[in-house]
T-cell receptor, first 116, second 110 residues
Framework: DTGVSQNPRHKITKRGQNVTFRCDPI?????LYWYRQTLGQGPEFLTY????????KSRLLSDRFSAERPKGSFSTLEIQRTEQGDSAMYLC??????????????FGPGTRLTVL | RKEVEQDPGPFNVPEGATVAFNCTYS??????FFWYRQDCRKEPKLLMS???SGNEDGRFTAQLNRASQYISLLIRDSKLSDSATYLC???????????FGTGTKLQVIP
């Protein structure tokens, strides 16, 4: 399968614990995005990487959230001191963009986080 | 006001019916628009881009009205397999920031 993959698919944690999610984009894609989606809502943009550079962060991304893409390939999203409000589906998407224009984003299956 | 607004539905329509969804956007700087489809508990997938001149892909037609700041999606001859949530997306350029609407749920009934 050469699509976007995310691990783990499900994560249950206790409030206050730290969690880390991983996203492996489609191999030649240079852009990578993280979104959060809650029930009945569309995906909300969290952050965006072009290669290894994190170029944009949403106001939704509080100090407890950090994302990295160290070698411009896979990315990790860490949430520290989780809160119940962090429970959501975390989606990763990637795209191949050669110019300053929109190119189709391919989404991974998501990581469903439940904070107890 | 949300940057992209959609009627959440659900729209319950019989097989073979024609159904239309509208989506309004508030950022006049938005440059490009798309419709994504999301099946229950699955990831979103691109359905079609929306061009100023309007575009058609089989039973699906998308149109953009910049003056009124809305886009539409028309589905003709609805199939059971069209049942899904349809997400309206705008891109305001820059660093590829995209904004999703909340989605419109469609249920096609036999």
């Amino acid at each position: 399968d050469t699509g976007v993959s995310q691990n783990p698919r499900h994560k249950i944690t206790k409030r206050g614990q730290n969690v880390t999610f991983r996203c492996d984009p489609i191999s030649e894609h240079n852009r990578l995005y993280w979104y959060r989606q809650t029930l009945g809502q569309g995906p909300e943009f969290l952050t965006y990487f072009q290669n290894e550079a994190q170029l944009e962060k949403s106001r939704l991304l509080s100090d407890r959230f950090s994302a990295e893409r160290p070698k411009g390939s896979f990315s990790t999203l860490e949430i520290q001191r989780t809160e119940q409000g962090d429970s959501a589906m975390y989606l990763c998407a990637s795209s191949l963009s050669l110019a300053a224009s929109y190119n189709e984003q391919f989404f991974g299956p998501g990581t469903r986080l439940t904070v107890l | 006001r949300k940057e992209v607004e959609q009627d959440p539905g659900p729209f319950n329509v019989p097989e073979g019916a024609t159904v239309a969804f509208n989506c309004t956007y508030s950022n006049s700087a938005s440059q490009s628009f798309f419709w994504y489809r999301q099946d229950c508990r699955k990831e979103p997938k691109l359905l079609m881009s929306v061009y100023s001149s309007g575009n058609e892909d089989g039973r699906f037609t998308a149109q953009l009205n910049r003056a009124s700041q809305y886009i539409s999606l028309l589905i003709r001859d609805s199939k059971l397999s069209d049942s899904a949530t349809y997400l309206c997306v705008s891109n305001s350029g820059g660093y590829q920031k995209v904004t999703f609407g909340t989605g419109t749920k469609l249920q096609v009934i036999p």
